[in-house]
């Protein structure tokens, strides 16, 4: 096992490593920008590090400073979190030749499924069904021409995006150009890569991913499922596990295809695989494979009975997956919301500023995630999640009603939150009856005129 673990990340995912870290009897370091100084993963770490200014790109972005802190600390392992470097495959070949320990998938395996495009080329290699699409295309012409040949409506992205960067719809032949090139640019703009391709774009779809892991000692399994189609502008806004579209058959056979592409890569560590699934509920797709984890992993961890972080510890270790991780089976519902710095009824505008007073909920079968306090400052720098808000219950029904309640217990004051517009989400009969896609909640704010 390690000594050392550096956290290369802030917020909630920090803290959560730690406390990871902790029970597993290693020590921790935190790397903060001048903005988090204040931030409780930065107070509860076994030792701090500043590495830079609030902005991420001169902070948690940057390779050679954290690097250097995790050599001046005497860290043997970084663990990257979400976001930031999580997926960054330099940084990992960067972790291997300074001899630390990156928890996570090898650099080549980051390559191939981070790449949009080429993880679409494996999943069809080992007989994952995937939509109707293009190569990579540099020409908005030819583009246009392979869109018309797959047929409108298609999805325009990029092969490097992420977060629902460099993704744009297109219905219409005539707004075709101007999409692809908007897709591009803002690829080029976050990720450096402005190269997409093309979906066939599959109308009111579900999103399903499943969670994976694996060990250097043969054991490839999956975690089940979870519904992520509660989403705005491709940013989950509420997590279900296990989802309330998908039968049992066809749980079995996105298991399996699951477990079937880590193998041929030999994945290690844990990690997403993302999938559309048809309104009728019927039909599967690829989409594409996170080589992290994930925000929402907590309502895996309540419904499967196990603790993720550790075991990318573990795993990266060299250790084997826990017995009660392979012998996981589920239980129950877990619902999450992500608390998020924002003004639902002002456009999401974000929503920095310092909280007067944070009362977080409890009772049974409810889990706060959260690294701000009464006090905190909200820095402007960064995602605008400040917690997220896990509930679990023997139903669906249970699970509902209780995420009812600790919402409307969570008291947060001097700054705006998504939590009452989460409260109408909840009490919808779309929700309650978990008929809801992708695409629910445009049209519901379209319909409130938001």
Known sequence: MFKRVLVANRGEIALRII????ELGVESVAVYSEADVDSMHVQLADEAVCIGPGPSKDSYLKPDRIIAAAEITGADAIHPGYGFLSENARFADICESSGIVFIGPSADVIRMMGDKATARATAIANGVPITPG???????????????????????????GGGGRGMRPCFKEEEFKSLFQAASNEAMSCFGNGDCYLEK??????????????????????????????????????????????????RERMGKA????????????????????????????FMEM????????????????????????????????SRHVLQASPRGHSIECRINAEDP?????????????????????????????????VPPYYDSMIAKLIVTGATREIAIARMKRALGEFMIKGIKTT??????????????????????VGRFLEEKGL
Not at 264 to 277: D, K, M, P, R, S
Not at 300 to 318: P, S
């Open 345 to 377: 009824y002002n456009k999401f505008m974000p929503s920095p500023g310092t909280i007067s007073l944070w009362y977080a909920p409890g009772g049974k079968g409810v889990r706060v995630d959260t690294h701000v306090y009464s006090g905190y400052s």
């Open 19 to 22: 406390r990871a870290c902790r």
């Open 201 to 250: 774009l599959v109308l009111n779809p579900h999103h399903i991913e499943f969670q994976v892991i694996a060990d250097s000692h043969g054991n490839f399994i999956h975690l089940g499922e979870r519904d992520c189609s509660m989403q705005r502008r491709n940013q989950k806004i509420i997590e279900e596990c296990p989802s309330p579209l998908i039968s049992s058959e066809m």
């Open 134 to 160: 293009s190569e990579i295309i540099h020409d908005p012409d030819k583009a246009l021409a392979k869109a018309k040949e797959i047929g409108l409506p298609v999805m325009i992205k990029a092969t490097a």
């Open 419 to 440: 939590i009452p517009f989460q409260q109408e989400i909840l009490n919808h009969p779309d929700f309650e009856n978990g008929t809801y896609d992708i695409g629910w």
């Open 290 to 321: 996170n080589t992290r984890i994930q925000v929402e992993h907590p309502v895996t961890e309540e419904v499967m009975g196990c603790e993720l972080i550790k075991e990318q510890i573990r795993v990266a270790a060299g250790e084997s997956l």
């Open 258 to 285: 699951s477990v079937s592409l880590i193998k041929a890569i030999n994945y290690q560590n844990a990690g997403t695989i993302e999938y559309l699934v048809d309104e009728a509920g019927e039909n599967f797709y």
